[in-house]
């Protein structure tokens, strides 16, 4: 008997996209209703935003991420502060456009709307994405993200391959389509810049959060989705926001494991894994949406460099200093004993190591030997 996939009905995921959208258009219409309430009353507007800095950030072991603190700064609306006031309204109106068109704009679409708003118009695109940026921290208290507000990043999100179905509604007409992530040959689907909207239907064990194209590639050309019973995703370096956002909704949302695969240096650990994991200490106001606490890391790890004699190259300045600030100030290491142990061994080796070393012992030595070993113990992974 075929395993079910389960997942949504493609109606479920029409009505929850709808309801979504109704909630988000609702809390716009609040704000700016208190602001055109409390000017009838002759009474100075104002909004509180999250201080985005890292003063106001801390790791919370509950749920397992980066997060904003509770200071707040107020925007009130004054001489000084009434264009910065006027464009955040004006943009707050674009987004419940936007949802009510069922229509998205990128950044910079933004930007050049902006040029029919008289003098509330921005003068360069650092302005315009500031004012979005503010926006998505004021309603990121309400657990909406700038995706949900249709504001979609220029960025192109990862590849993803394997037991993955992706349930898609079109824009326009609504119907769901079903897009099969086995039947891309030796290509793979490609993560769109939001992820909101869509379905998933899987029978996966776990997702494979790959670091490097030329490894996704590898293990994709190969079908090791099939042997292994997973799904692949190319993060290509530091994930995207679509990325990590289709990798958290996808875990979450059919109750699968998420495994890392970087390379073995302060850079890959530090940085790429930590972002997928924890989240950004610049962006911590939104990294309950894009951070993935669930993740594990399966390797390369320091020991890894040992038990396979992998070749390595001398870890470089900057290399040093990433891990030492790491070690010292990065509240996700401070918390976890084990990951200070692995930096404080590259340290001690001296050396780094890629995904690719694994070839020295032949090019699908990964497929064969080093995954299959690796994910019979995934007790043994690091946090």
């Keep these: 008997m075929k395993k079910k996939t389960g997942g949504p009905s493609p109606e479920a995921i029409r009505k929850r996209n709808r309801e979504r959208d109704r909630q988000t258009v609702g809390l716009i219409e609040k704000t700016a209703g208190d602001v055109h309430r409390k000017i009838g009353r002759r009474a100075k507007p104002e909004m509180k935003l999250p201080i985005r800095s890292l003063g106001n950030v801390s790791y919370s072991e509950k749920t397992g991420y980066l997060e904003i603190g509770r200071q707040r700064k107020i925007r009130t609306l004054t001489v000084n502060t009434v264009k910065t006031f006027a464009q955040t309204l004006r943009m707050m109106a674009l987004s419940k456009d936007l949802i009510e068109t069922n229509d998205f704009a990128t950044k910079r679409d933004a930007y050049y709307q902006s040029k029919n708003w008289g003098d509330a118009m921005f003068t360069d695109q650092t302005e315009s994405d500031t004012v979005m940026d503010d926006i998505e921290a004021l309603f990121s208290q309400d657990r909406v993200n700038r995706e949900q507000l249709r504001f979609i990043p220029d960025e192109h999100g990862g590849a993803v391959a394997g037991e993955l179905i992706v349930l898609d509604p079109d824009l326009e007409t609504g119907v769901v389509e079903r897009i099969d992530c086995t039947r891309f040959g030796s290509g793979a689907y490609s993560i769109p810049s939001s992820v909101e909207h869509l379905g998933f239907e899987t029978k996966a064990k776990f997702v494979l959060a790959i670091e490097t194209g030329g490894m996704f590639q590898r293990l994709q050309s190969h079908k ?21 956002r289709f990798i958290r909704r996808l875990s979450d949302e059919r109750k699968i494991p998420v495994y890392a695969f970087v390379d073995c240096d302060p850079y890959g650990i ?26 594990r890391f399966l390797g390369v790890t320091p020991q890894d460099i040992v038990d396979y004699e992998l070749p390595t190259h001398p870890l470089k300045e900057v290399d040093v200093k990433r891990a030492r600030d790491a070690i010292k100030n990065d509240p996700f290491f401070q918390r976890h004993r084990p990951w200070t142990k692995a930096m404080e061994k590259l340290l001690k080796m001296g050396v780094r190591a890629e995904q690719q070393a694994l070839a020295k012992w032949g090019l699908n030595y990964v497929i064969e030997e080093y995954l299959p070993a690796k994910l019979a113990h995934t007790d043994q992974f690091l946090p």
């Excluded at 090791?224 to 990590?244: D, E, H, N, Q, Y």
């Excluded at 930590?274 to 989240?279: A, D, E, F, Q, W």
């Design 224 to 244: 090791f989705w099939k042997s292994a019973g997973c799904i692949l995703v190319s993060m290509g370096g530091v994930p995207t926001r679509a990325t990590r």
């Design 270 to 295: 530090s940085n790429i894994y930590r972002t997928l994991k924890v989240g950004s200490g610049n962006a911590a106001h939104i990294n309950q949406f894009f951070c993935v606490p669930q993740a």
